[in-house]
């Protein structure tokens, strides 16, 4: 058995703060970020609209496309780094939303990578004939996380979620390669908020600094744009197929000169990687999907295309997955 993925879905919070918001936060400017990032806006989540209400958003707006009930769910994995509560986990509380009463569901925390391991769990879980119909997603509120005075990261996150449907079919194609490296955590990091001595008094006014986002942005640069040719090269190796024969790369949008430098090493054109960074900044966990989710909209899919998914971030992680679509 193999997954087969039948629908996607995309949702992000109606506000969005373009560059010139940030301008008023920090000393930036809109120059800088267009051509340092491509981002030109973000959606940012409002008082009450947590993770998982937009990952349930997602999440029906792929069941509609897949055609598939939520009663048919019988697994939800919601890929995050910014849930709401870290119990109940965001995928019961999709589960809730959206009255997928017979799915198991649990989160999955793999940073920006965490779409491609969902969809490998869930492939796993497929494949063993464990479950029938998965529903996987990925969801963000960055902007719970980001230090809004660090004009270093603020400038790059949104929030956002995307979603898809997988069907347990008995012939299908699917295939990935990923790879974590522990050793350089400390190049991106976000402390729990959760620590606290025991018999300590509970002080909701301070907030520690380590609990913000904080990167080494020139490291997570390099570390991506050679990890990713190499993880994309290594797939195509393993499973025979030359890069000529992808239709479409479909990154995770953290930065467009990032998307740039892995097409130039992997020596092919740009029109092949697809880009919305410029709309959403970078949504972690949800920006393959939500990428993927833009391209089956607009039609730009058509049955048995070859797409190399591809995400790398926080643990620190990289990996990519070969489908046909
Ligand atoms: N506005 C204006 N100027 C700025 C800003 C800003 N927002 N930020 C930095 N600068 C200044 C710096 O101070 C520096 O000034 P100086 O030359 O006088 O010292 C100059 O701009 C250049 O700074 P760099 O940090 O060298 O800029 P760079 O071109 O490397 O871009 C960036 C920085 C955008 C962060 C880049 O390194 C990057 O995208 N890194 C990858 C980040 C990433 O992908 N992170 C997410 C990983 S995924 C996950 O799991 C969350």
């Known amino acids: 058995m193999i997954g087969k993925i039948e629908g996607t879905g995309a949702y992000a919070p109606v506000q969005i703060w373009d560059n010139n918001r940030l301008a008023e936060l920090v000393d930036t400017n809109d120059e800088w970020i267009r051509e340092r990032t491509g981002i030109v806006k973000r959606h940012v989540a409002e008082e009450g609209e947590t993770t998982a209400l937009i990952a349930a958003k997602a999440a029906e707006a792929a069941l509609e496309n897949a055609g598939v009930s939520a009663e048919e769910i019988d697994l939800i994995i919601v890929a995050t780094t910014s849930p709401g509560n870290l119990v109940p986990n965001t995928a019961c509380e999709v589960q809730h939303l959206i009255g997928a009463s017979h799915a198991t569901c649990f989160d999955l925390n793999g940073a920006c990578t965490g779409f491609i391991f969902a969809l490998n769990t869930a492939q796993a879980y497929l494949a063993q004939g464990i479950y029938s119909n998965a529903l996987i997603v990925g969801a963000e509120c960055l902007s719970n996380l980001v230090d809004w005075t660090d004009r270093s990261t603020c400038i790059l996150f949104g929030d956002g979620a995307g979603a898809a449907v997988l069907r347990a079919v008995e012939e299908g194609y699917y295939a990935q390669m990923t790879h974590s490296m522990g050793s350089k955590g400390s190049v991106l990091t976000c402390a729990s908020r959760n620590k606290r001595l025991p018999g300590a008094r509970m002080d909701s006014g301070a907030q520690d600094p380590k609990t913000f986002l904080h990167m080494d942005g020139g490291e997570v640069f390099k570390f991506a744009v050679s990890r990713m040719p190499e993880a994309i090269k290594e797939l195509l190796r393993q499973e025979q197929t030359a890069a000529e024969e992808i239709d479409y790369f479909i990154?995770?949008?953290?930065?467009?000169?990032?998307?740039?430098?892995?097409?130039?090493?992997?020596?092919?054109?740009?029109?092949?990687?697809?880009?919305?960074?410029?709309?959403?900044?970078?949504?972690?966990?949800?920006?393959?999907?939500?990428?993927?989710?833009?391209?089956?909209?607009a039609g730009k899919l058509k049955r048995g295309m070859k797409l190399v998914l591809a995400g790398f971030g926080g643990g620190l992680s990289y990996g990519a997955s070969l489908i046909v679509w």
Do not use: C, W
Request: hydrophobic residues 45%; without cysteine.
């Open 251 to 297: 990154l995770h949008q953290a930065n467009a000169r990032i998307v740039s430098a892995v097409a130039k090493k992997l020596g092919l054109d740009l029109d092949r990687f697809p880009m919305n960074i410029t709309e959403y900044g970078n949504t972690s966990s949800a920006s393959i999907p939500i990428l993927l989710d833009e391209l089956n909209q």
